[in-house]
Nanobody, 120 residues
Framework: QVQIVESGGGLVQPGGSLRLSCAASGSIGSIYTMGWYRQAPGRQRELVATVTGGGSTNYADSVKGRFTISRDNAKNTVYLQMNSLKPEDTAVYHC??????????????WGQGTQVTVSS
């Protein structure tokens, strides 16, 4: 069993900052790419940022220069630092992790999501 738990969402004013965290736990052998995706009401889920096990990062154009993804491999945790937030960043943010379990199976796991609302 693998669990993915996000935290850190909330309500923030435009221009403000939030830091999301996502921790993977359970029968984990190896964690490969971890990432953040978001889904706004009436829209499809979209990629925000990903980070590989080696630390290579990828960002959506809409968040480049404002968001920073990082990970702590010792803690099986990925972070998303979000600065200069805009109302259009409002969405449910989901964490994803590509994991090989201790039994050898490999799959992509998702968290339940954390709400980020940017509003004055």
């Amino acid at each position: 069993q693998v669990q993915i738990v996000e935290s850190g969402g909330g309500l923030v004013q435009p221009g403000g900052s939030l830091r999301l965290s996502c921790a993977a736990s359970g029968s984990i052998g190896s964690i490969y790419t971890m990432g953040w995706y978001r889904q706004a009401p009436g829209r499809q889920r979209e990629l925000v940022a990903t980070v590989t096990g080696g630390g290579s990062t990828n960002y959506a154009d809409s968040v480049k220069g404002r968001f920073t993804i990082s990970r702590d491999n010792a803690k099986n945790t990925v972070y998303l630092q979000m600065n200069s937030l805009k109302p259009e960043d409002t969405a449910v943010y989901h964490c994803s992790a590509d994991i090989r379990t201790s039994t050898g199976s490999r799959d992509r796991y998702w968290g339940q999501g954390t709400q980020v609302t940017v509003s004055s």
